[in-house]
């Protein structure tokens, strides 16, 4: 299933993409799309019998969409986690999985405007997969226990300052903890339709010119690798969220001078059948 959630920010009701692209309202047999729910095979069960019934009421065209996860618990993050990624900002090949954390609330829509901060001049866009955790999972053994810890996968924006993150001392949180730097979605697509997480395609541009254009192949430490390892660090609960790493070509590595974002200027991005973003940057 593809689950979302759509309406006015603080008030958005749950919904879901069915397979003729038109968005149902879910908010009849759903509280919300959340960590709950994807913790619950029964619920599951039952909102994807009656999207398969094709009775669920239609969301109105032109409603917005919000992030599609609610509740978020914490959001992980991993770093140089891409092969060209690494060979492009000159950095070593790492030899374990590089976290750092995001707060929930820095998670907007995923067509949402995203806020360059006060005085910045190295906002960089990172396209990343997101892996949303569906069971509560504690030193899992195996890549397929892992795998079977996922509830769901995202399309992700790492909004980064650089400035912040590289030259201000301390831990990258700095970089990546502003205001809109998160944004998340369109849809929450569950694991049945996710045949393989490494042979998806990531994308994203800058203006209308492509910046990024990679495949989660280029992982250093594949998804269930991820969530195994992270799992040996702390308890990851239903509702959690793992952002996977950026592959090659953000501004940063670009030579002088490199083009970071801009007020005015539009990202957009998509992976593989997860679906696009699209966000016009503007002062904060």
């Known amino acids: 299933m593809k689950l979302l959630r759509v309406g006015t920010t603080g008030t958005e009701r749950p919904a879901l993409l069915d397979e003729t692209g038109t968005l149902r309202d879910l908010s009849g047999i759903l509280p919300d799309v959340d960590g709950a729910l994807l913790a619950d095979d029964a619920a599951l069960a039952r909102t994807a019998s009656r999207a398969a019934a094709g009775d669920l009421p239609v969301v109105e065209p032109g409603t917005r969409l919000g992030p599609p996860l609610a509740r978020i618990g914490k959001i992980v993050c991993i770093g140089l986690n891409y092969h060209d990624h690494a060979r492009e900002t ?58 079977a810890a996922v509830g ?4 992700a924006h790492d909004v980064s300052e650089r400035e912040f993150q590289l030259e201000r001392g301390g831990q990258w949180d700095k970089g990546k903890n502003c205001e809109t730097f998160n944004p998340l979605g369109p849809w929450l697509v569950t694991p049945d339709e996710i045949a393989d997480p490494q042979t998806l395609g990531l994308r994203l541009w800058v203006n209308g010119t492509l910046r990024q254009d990679g495949s989660t192949a280029e992982q250093i430490f594949p998804v269930a690798e991820v ?41 957009e991005l998509e992976i593989d059948g997860l679906g696009r973003q699209r966000q016009e940057l503007r002062a904060a």
């Open 90 to 147: 000159g950095a070593p090949i790492p030899t374990e999985p590089i976290l750092f954390m995001k707060a929930p609330d820095t998670v907007v829509g995923p067509h949402d405007p995203v806020l360059v901060p006060r005085g910045s001049v190295r906002t960089d866009w990172e396209v990343e997969l997101a892996v949303v955790i569906g069971r509560t999972s504690r030193r899992l053994e195996t890549d397929e226990e892992a795998l």
């Open 152 to 155: 769901g996968y995202a399309v």
């Open 227 to 267: 969530v195994r390892y992270l799992s040996w660090f702390m308890t990851l609960y239903p509702g959690d969220v793992i952002n996977t790493g950026t592959p090659a070509g953000v501004a940063m590595g670009h030579p002088e001078p490199k083009p970071y974002l801009r007020a005015g200027d539009v990202v």
